[in-house]
């Protein structure tokens, strides 16, 4: 369970930065978008959710699978 947590604190602390940086250069790429706002709400909102639930099943999965192996197993290949 330690890595599930060590991985969502990597992206809690990824995500705040990169919004901000998103937000600062949407002033660059303002001219080049056509019908949609340069802060567009959805962009900003919901695609930070969906990156974080990404990463909190790239980090249970394997964190999940190590918890089933036996760990005189594991340690007896190495």
């Known amino acids: ?3 599930i ?9 990824g995500i705040p930065i990169g919004l901000g940086a998103a937000y ?10 056509f019908g949609v706002s340069p802060t567009d709400w959805p962009n900003f909102t919901l695609l930070p959710f969906l990156l974080a639930s990404a990463a909190l099943a790239a ?7 190590a918890t089933k192996v036996d760990p005189m197993v594991a340690l007896g290949d190495e």
């Not at 947590?5 to 602390?13: K, M, N, R, T």
Request: one cysteine or more; charged letters at 15%; aromatic letters at 6%.
């Open 59 to 65: 980090c249970y999965i394997p964190a999940r699978r």
């Open 5 to 13: 947590f060590q991985g969502l604190a990597l992206v809690a602390i």
């Open 1 to 3: 369970m330690r890595g």
């Open 24 to 33: 600062l250069l949407t002033r660059l790429i303002s001219s080049m978008l």
